[in-house]
């Protein structure tokens, strides 16, 4: 199972950027939940968005109403889409995701390689 991301980059303040990761991989049967995870340095690790199977969402409260996650399922990739973005965003995303696969019967978790975002102000 892998998990590529990509999308990161440099953007002034009060721009977008739009992150993407794709799950592939021949042990992968279904994926459960995705998101992302940043840290930025000399800090914790945060939980930035999570999208499960059915849709459903939930943010950090520092990025409620810029940030949107979503996924297509066809693809077995989700995305988010960062708008006004702020210097306090500068961080190394990661995306996760919760995936079956034959030898376990819950979802086992898996990441992808982390993608740089950095906000100038």
């Known amino acids: 199972v892998q998990l590529q991301a990509s999308g990161g980059g440099l953007v002034q303040a009060g721009g977008s950027l739009r992150l993407s990761c794709v799950v592939f991989?021949?042990?992968?049967?279904?994926?459960?939940?995705m998101g992302w995870v940043r840290q930025a340095s000399g800090k914790e690790r945060e939980l930035v968005a999570r999208?499960?199977?059915?849709?459903?969402?939930n943010y950090a409260d520092s990025v409620k109403g810029r940030f949107t996650i979503s996924r297509d399922h066809a693809k077995n990739t989700a995305y988010l889409q960062m708008d006004s973005l702020k210097p306090e965003d500068t961080a190394v995303y990661y995306c996760?995701?919760?995936?079956?696969?034959?030898?376990?019967?819950?979802?086992?978790?898996?990441w992808g390689q982390g993608t740089e975002v950095t906000v100038s102000s």
């Open positions: 996760f995701g919760e995936i079956y696969i034959p030898s376990s019967s819950i979802p086992q978790d898996y």
């Open positions: 991989g021949k042990s992968v049967m279904r994926t459960n939940a």
């Open positions: 999208i499960n199977s059915y849709g459903g969402t």
